[in-house]
Every structure is written in C-alpha cells, then in structure tokens.
C-alpha cells in the first residue's frame, strides 16, 4: 500500500491503481481491524462510513506487527523480507529474538531486514519521505529496518501527528508521509478492543481523521489501514503448551496467537516432526492448529519463500482457532499473560483490515 502511494506520485508501482497526486499519507493504525470498526461504528461514524464506501484489504500472515509493517515498508511478502514474526528463535546464536523491539544498531537493522525499503525508493526519486510518530520509535532498530531515508517527525499526541501531516502536505514540495498510531493497539493489549479505554481511542481516531482530511489541497491523497485486526480472550480461554511434554523443543517464539515451536536437530526429521504435531494436535483439539513449516510453506501462506525466510520459520506453527490464545509458560514474560486484545492468526477479524480512500484518493 505505501508503495502504491509512492506509486501515486512517481507513477511508478502503483499497485492499487491510485490516482495520480503531487504528496500521499498513508495513516496506519497498529490494531484496527475492519470488524473492530464495525463492532463500535457508534462511536466512529466517519471512519465506518467511509468504511462501507471503501471496503478492505487482507494482512498477510502472521497477523502481527512485525510481519505486516515490514510489507508495508518494501512492498514485499514475508517469505521474502524474511521478518517472519514476532519474536523468532536465532539458531545460529541460540537465542530468541523480539524483532520488533530488539534489534540494535542500524548495522543489526540491515542484517535482520536488508531489502529496500519504499522510503528509500523514494529518496531515490526525489521524494521526501517523512514518517510521523512517538518520539520513542525515532532512532529504533525496527525503524531502522523498515524507515530507512525516511525523514522523522516526532508527535507525542495524535492531534500533534495531525498537525504536522497537515503542514507537510500543504507544502510546495511533493511529500510521502506515513502516520503511524499505536494508541488503540497499546489498549487493546492491555483492556480488551471492546473496553471503554479502547473506544476512547477510537473516537479520537475518527476526529482526527475527519480534521487532516478537511481542506486538503486537492492534489493530495490520503489512506487509512492498518497492521492487523485485534481478538478479544478471556484469560480463562489461554491455553498451556507447557502441560504437554513436547520432545526436542529447544524455544517458543511468535505471539499468543500463533506460536512458533523450535526443535532440535535430533526432531526435526520427518517423522519425528509429525510424531510432535499430532501430539500437538491431540492436545489442543479444536481450539487450534497445528502445522508443520514444509506445509506451511507449501500452501502459500507466506508467498514465495527464500532461504533467510525458511531459517527463521518454526519447525511447528501452533495457531489459535476462535477466542483463544496459546502460551508455553517457561517462554513466556508472565505480563504477556495478562493481555486481553489479541492478533497473529487467521480469523477475519485479525486479517481483514480497513483501506479507506480520503482527498484525491477518494472514489468518485
């Protein structure tokens, strides 16, 4: 999507076909799925009336941050940015590592993400690239990794974000601009995305929006998405993975919605594999699914597949079916236990996103 904005510009990869414009913004929303807009429309008329007008875009998989920020950023599948979720297990090192919040240094960032990135492309063709967000996000190893020449503009509040958006995109110059917005993700981790905590959010969400869309100069397109819907689980519907004696298994890694289980090198022959899945299986029962990595790969799920991509998968995928969250205790931080909004699996509501259409971008 950020390429097809860049697209829109440059005339060049516009994959969704926009209309030609002089600057773009793309706002994406960390954690609103197209059915939590629905679920509240209420207390956000404008975003789910354009909503209705622009329908959705389907998340890749897993449903998570990681994974989908990264496609967002360079327009590729995660089989071949190799981000392949949130946390994965470094063979080589033998340790776990949160791709999202534990990359280091800008070297560590290219190692781990070393395609090029729309921003960059953008430089490339004279565009300036601007990415607002939280002060916090400005010089991260994941912004390293997905932001690269990117110019960035730190906005503690939403209305601060909106403003600078505004200023950028009534300039002289042509302007890529990505907005980003973690509030509603932030508490529906922590509140459930039903919870009045999380509908504050998303009524000032739906102002804001409304008040950059207004005015704009008419050379100007704006588009609104997000990185994955959120599903609500009671505390009493997690799962244990440690309760079951899972031979082999050297670390568990992914979200609570898709666990990655790593064997090793003594289990991961073929039959030993399916031995563990099906005990796996047996285990969970209907509350979720176990798969091993070959078929996986094997149905598509994460598009074409390269060797960096393969090596960071998980020997055994474990994803959650209805409300349910998944956890092996002796992995796990024990405040991940407490999070109630929840996404990285298969279920509509964590993949189908919004892609609304505002300014030149809006559907006649």
């Not at 967000?133 to 020449?149: I, L």
């Not at 024990?334 to 609304?356: C, R």
């Amino acid at each position: 999507m950020f390429i097809s904005a860049l697209g829109s510009i440059t005339g060049k990869e516009n994959r969704l076909g926009l209309p030609k414009v002089k600057s773009a913004c793309v706002i994406l929303v960390d954690g609103l799925g197209a059915a939590n807009i629905r679920y509240r429309a209420g207390h956000a008329n404008f975003l789910a009336s354009q909503l209705a007008t622009d329908g959705t875009i389907m998340a890749g998989f897993p449903s998570t941050t990681v994974t989908s920020l990264v496609s967002f950023s360079t327009g590729l599948k995660a089989g071949q940015h190799a981000m392949v979720g949130y946390q994965v297990h470094d063979r080589k090192q033998g340790s776990n590592v949160n791709l999202l919040t534990g990359i280091g240094s800008p070297e560590d960032a290219i190692a781990w993400q070393s395609r090029k990135t729309v921003s960059e492309v953008a430089v490339e063709n004279s565009i300036d690239c601007y990415f607002i967000g939280p002060a916090e996000y400005e010089n991260s190893g994941f912004t390293n990794a997905t932001m690269r020449g990117a110019k960035y503009v730190a906005a503690k509040t939403l209305d601060d974000r909106v403003a600078a958006a505004k200023k950028i995109l009534n300039g002289k110059e042509s302007a890529l601009v990505y907005l980003y917005v973690p509030e509603l993700d932030q508490r529906a981790h922590a509140y459930g995305s039903k919870s009045g905590q999380w509908v504050e959010k998303l009524e000032d969400l739906d102002l804001a929006v409304r008040q950059l869309t207004a005015g704009l100069p008419a050379s100007v397109g704006v588009l609104l998405t997000a990185d994955h819907g959120i599903v609500d689980v009671a505390h009493e519907r997690q799962i244990y993975l440690d309760e079951l004696t899972i031979d082999g298994l050297v670390s568990v890694g992914g979200d609570p919605r898709v666990q990655f289980l790593y064997l090793d090198d003594q289990h991961t022959d073929i039959a030993s594999t399916e031995a563990c899945i099906q005990s796996i299986q047996e285990f969970v029962g209907k509350r979720a699914y176990a798969v091993g990595r070959e078929e996986l790969i094997a149905q598509g799920w994460y598009g074409q597949v390269n060797d960096e991509a393969r090596e960071r998968m998980p020997d055994i995928f474990v994803i959650a079916h209805g409300e349910s969250a998944l956890y092996h205790r002796e992995f796990a931080k024990p405040k991940s236990l407490q999070m109630i909004g929840q996404h990285g699996a298969i279920s509509d509501d964590e993949l189908f996103v919004p892609l609304l259409r505002f300014g030149a971008y809006k559907k006649p």
